[in-house]
């Protein structure tokens, strides 16, 4: 992986290396809050389902 990033930022530069970083890290972020979302989108269904049952 090292060698990996040390090729690309010697072939494309510095800027792009980081963005292409960047992107990886957020990405996994965006799956994480995607998931999060969703159970609270199912809590809420749960709790409208429970009041209506009342």
Known sequence: MYDQLVNLIS?????????IYS????????DELIK???EVKEDISAVIKYQKEK
């Open 11 to 19: 072939t494309l530069g510095f800027p792009i290396a980081v963005s």
């Open 23 to 30: 992107l990886v890290s957020l990405s996994t972020k965006l």
């Open 36 to 38: 999060s979302v969703q």
